[in-house]
């Protein structure tokens, strides 16, 4: 048997500060023709620094009907591998050989035409994939019931909100049947229900035979989805093998960055961009900045943002989720629980959350960093696995005996004990 997917020395460089293709007006042509020769020896003069190696000398092959899962730090070339294999962008040099139907879900809205309505784009969609009208049409009620947009369907999809966009694209990648489905952390965008919902749709072309390319900082998806996976590192292939192996080479490595963590740029990110998380840290009970605190001790959790706009931005809504190495959340914390919104926030500063006790045991953990509005609800930035920080034991109940490693989290309480009252 054949591979399905094959790779072979795939090496992937961008320029840092490249500019896109634009339109300029005849004045802007005309300064950047006078200015091209400078600026063709400022590049040529440091062309070195100005580069950089996504992908260095990636290759692999994935058989007909496997579930990979692949995993890796922000930057470690998870997205670019992807964007790659779905024909969104063309590698620097090395060959890859797809013998199937391709469908990807690798950002929110991919493949959309934004004045269409989601009935065209569905049916643009299947066509994109060689379908025919006819086979499109068998499935579509599908997609719409799994979407949950029945209402919307012949509404422009430019006029749908980020959540809507997510469900109808998922639905269309994993119901109109290509041979090869890539999944993206897009997913990370959804709610827990949903989800849920995609991850049991997975699940169930998984069992259909088809192959799935999943990327995720999800640990338990990787491990209950995945026969097996690989491990990206600095853009290159550390582990690709069994699944549990993987996950504990991944781990092993450290792959989370610890410590202060630099997110100015991570590019698997979410979110309308206005205002960006730029760096994570932990402070310690003298406000100095630790990648590791002991259990039971004040401490801090700081995210620093910037802003795209010099006014200052008002009703902002922070979100800190802490999880373990394998993906599970131990704990949420966000303003709208400690009813503690903020009406308005500098265009540049720094969110700091107050910890009087750390209640959690000896261990690494991972947190995701959600900056958005509160009132309408706007996604500004999403980072998933932003950083990372150790947890030291300490004597949290002040009873000389330090941590607890039957659970990650402690409760302060009191036991106490009294006689049984007996109803007459």
């Not at 990787?222 to 290159?236: E, H, K, P, T």
């Not at 996950?247 to 979110?271: F, H, M, P, W």
């Not at 998933?384 to 309480?413: L, N, R, V």
Request: aromatic share 8%; charged share 20%.
């Amino acid at each position: 048997m054949r591979p399905i997917i094959r790779v072979e020395n795939l090496w992937k460089q961008f320029r840092i500060g490249a500019s896109q293709a634009q339109y300029k007006t005849l004045r802007e042509s005309i300064v950047n023709a006078v200015r091209s020769p400078f600026k063709w020896f400022e590049r040529n003069g440091d062309s070195e620094d100005r580069t950089i190696w996504a992908l260095k000398g990636v290759s692999f092959e994935v058989m007909p009907g496997e579930v990979v899962g692949i995993i890796g730090r922000n930057g470690a070339g998870k997205s670019t591998l992807l964007k790659i294999l779905s024909r969104i962008t063309e590698p620097t040099t090395g060959q890859v050989d797809l013998y199937g139907r391709v469908g990807s879900l690798l950002e929110v809205g991919t493949g959309f035409h934004a004045e269409l309505t989601g009935r065209e784009n569905i049916y643009l969609n299947g066509a994109i994939l060689g379908m025919k009208f006819s086979e499109i049409g068998s499935k579509f009620d599908e997609i719409v019931a799994f979407a949950e947009v029945e209402k919307f369907i012949d509404t422009p999809v430019k006029h749908y909100s980020s959540g809507m966009y997510l469900r109808l694209a998922f639905a269309v990648a994993a119901h109109l049947e290509p041979e090869i489905l890539i999944v993206d952390e897009v997913l990370a965008v959804g709610d827990s229900s949903f989800t849920k919902k995609c991850l049991g749709k997975m699940d169930d072309v998984a069992k259909q035979g088809r192959t799935i390319l999943f990327v995720s900082h999800s640990m338990s998806a990787i491990q209950n989805l995945c026969g097996s996976a690989m491990v990206l590192a600095q853009g290159q292939v550390r582990f690709y093998g069994e699944t549990e192996l993987a996950i504990k080479r991944y781990l092993a490595d450290g792959e989370a960055q610890v410590g202060v963590c630099e997110l100015s740029t991570v590019q698997n990110r979410n979110g309308s961009g206005r205002m960006r998380l730029t760096k994570f840290w932990v402070e310690d009970a003298m406000a100095e900045q630790v990648a590791t605190i002991t259990s039971g001790e004040s401490c801090n959790l700081v995210v620093e943002y910037d802003s795209i706009e010099e006014c200052l931005r008002r009703d902002v809504f922070m979100q800190i989720t802490i999880n373990t190495l394998t993906g599970s959340p131990v704990s949420v914390i966000n303003t709208t629980l400690l009813g503690q919104n903020f009406e308005t926030v500098p265009p540049k500063g720094e969110i700091r959350f107050e910890i009087p006790k750390l209640p959690l045991t000896a261990g690494r953990y991972v947190v995701d960093l959600h900056l958005a509005t509160h009132s309408g609800y706007e996604m500004m930035d999403h980072v998933k696995g932003a950083a990372s920080f150790d947890i030291c034991d300490g004597d949290f109940y002040g009873s000389g005996y330090a941590g607890s490693h039957q659970a990650p989290t402690m409760i302060e309480g009191k036991w106490l004990v009294s006689e049984a009252s007996y109803a007459p």
